[in-house]
């Protein structure tokens, strides 16, 4: 097989959540387990840390396998989704998985995967786990997919846990109220594994705390014990300066980082709290912590968070796609400074988009498009969705053209912001 066959086989044969929505979600760990005992329980050759969230979890991760790095200690990172390259999701030391191990992997394993017909996100959960074994990683930075409970990685014991936040994602399948989400998020809190919480909201803090007592696990609340401040952006630096408080002992900290969006502040004093807890188990100095993160983009290579793709019109893109997210950036956005905004958004059709809708502004031009994924809303549905909410623009077929558009209309002086779904920034940038 060729790698490109090999992705041909892992995106159409096996069920993708990305791909065709809660079809592909699975209500229990049974082929999880049966991989897992099929590749002989890789993931405990190595120390991992487990991170969930609906928001931040992504950035959270990247941060902290980057501080990791420069400790000195071989790292592993598994996040999704990609976009770009499938190989994005495994990466060891900043560096992707060859594309041979991925044909290698799946070329060997055929017989397993045809039985189990796992999906496609359980499948690259084990390629992960196994790829991270052979490459004898110190440490593994592990984010969930989705949920916690009965999410493919839920398997590993790890020497931590981390939920980010609770949010409005995914209510179809973790519950209708935050407290449902949240119980499914407190599903990854392990027997006497410390727990890190990133924000307090009075909803969640008892389900954590209830948990964490009964697993008799130590937890702490971010937010209760630093209180970070980003100063102002600017985009031309490729630098924001942030500030860290510690509440507990008045200790100040300062650093550099290169993510623009506001809502790295709450990250940040995850990431700090992380560090507390870890930095003597992996020896991590300070100035681990603070090249970690001003590295984390080198280090990682993430993408789509509050990024910068164009000048003259400055063009940014963001993956924020639930209302809390979108919350953040839409506010962001009212206070960069321009003559005016075009918005090139699209959504996936499962989205709930009445309560998102609202919070953007009618005084902007849009351009309603779709990515080339099944998933997504036909852009046509999209503006008479977005025509409730007194937003209105244009119909692209294809997000190609429709950033063309935007930026062909924008003055110098305008801003043009891409985002509504991941798989929209995917192919902006």
């Not at 924000?199 to 971010?222: L, Q, R, Y």
Request: hydrophobic share 40%; net charge negative; proline share 3%.
């Amino acid at each position: 097989m060729t790698y490109e066959e090999t992705l041909e086989f892992l995106f159409s044969q096996l069920p993708a959540y990305h791909r065709i929505g809660k079809a592909a979600y699975k209500n229990n760990l049974d082929n999880t387990n049966a991989l897992d005992n099929y590749f002989g329980h890789p993931h405990r050759n190595y120390n991992t840390i487990h991170i969930a969230g609906t928001n931040g979890k992504g950035s959270v991760s990247h941060m902290l396998a980057s501080i990791l790095r420069e400790a000195g200690l071989a790292t592993g990172l598994y996040t999704s989704p990609h976009l770009k390259d499938f190989r994005e999701r495994i990466q060891v030391n900043g560096m992707m998985i060859p594309e041979q191990d991925v044909i290698t992997f799946v070329s060997e394993h055929k017989e397993i995967i045809n039985k189990i017909r796992p999906s496609f996100f359980e499948m690259t959960a084990a390629m992960a786990f196994s790829y991270f074994s052979s490459r004898n990683v110190d440490v593994a930075v592990i984010e969930t997919g989705l949920g916690g409970r009965l999410d493919s990685t839920n398997i590993i014991n790890p020497v931590l846990s981390v939920i980010t936040n609770i949010g409005h994602d995914h209510m179809d399948l973790l519950g209708d109220t935050l407290a449902k989400v949240a119980a499914e998020k407190a599903g990854i809190i392990k027997e006497s594994v410390p727990v890190v919480i990133g924000e307090t909201d009075p909803e969640s803090e008892k389900i954590f705390t209830s948990v964490a007592a009964e697993k008799g696990s130590d937890i702490w609340f971010a937010d209760k014990n630093f209180r970070c401040t980003l100063l102002e952006w600017d985009h031309l630096s490729g630098q924001r300066k942030y500030t860290v408080n510690q509440l507990t002992d008045k200790s100040l900290w300062t650093g550099f980082i290169p993510l623009g969006g506001d809502y790295q502040q709450k990250n940040l004093q995850t990431v700090y709290q992380i560090f507390r807890v870890l930095q003597d188990r992996f020896s991590l100095t300070g100035n681990n912590l603070a090249d970690g993160i001003r590295k984390v983009i080198e280090n990682t290579h993430l993408q789509g968070r509050w990024q910068v793709i164009g000048s003259n019109p400055l063009t940014i893109c963001d993956t924020g796609h639930n209302k809390e997210g979108l919350e953040y950036v839409l506010n962001q956005i009212s206070k960069v400074p321009s003559t005016g905004v075009h918005f090139v958004i699209g959504f996936v059709s499962d989205k709930d988009l009445d309560g998102i809708l609202p919070m953007f502004p009618s005084n902007a031009r849009y351009y309603f498009t779709k990515a080339s994924v099944p998933r997504a809303m036909d852009e046509n549905s999209l503006r008479l969705k977005a025509s409730l909410s007194g937003l209105k623009g244009d119909c692209y077929t294809d997000v190609k053209s429709a950033v063309k558009a935007a930026r062909e209309n924008a003055l110098p002086t305008d801003l043009v912001f891409i985002g509504g779904s991941t798989f929209i920034v995917a192919e902006a940038i």
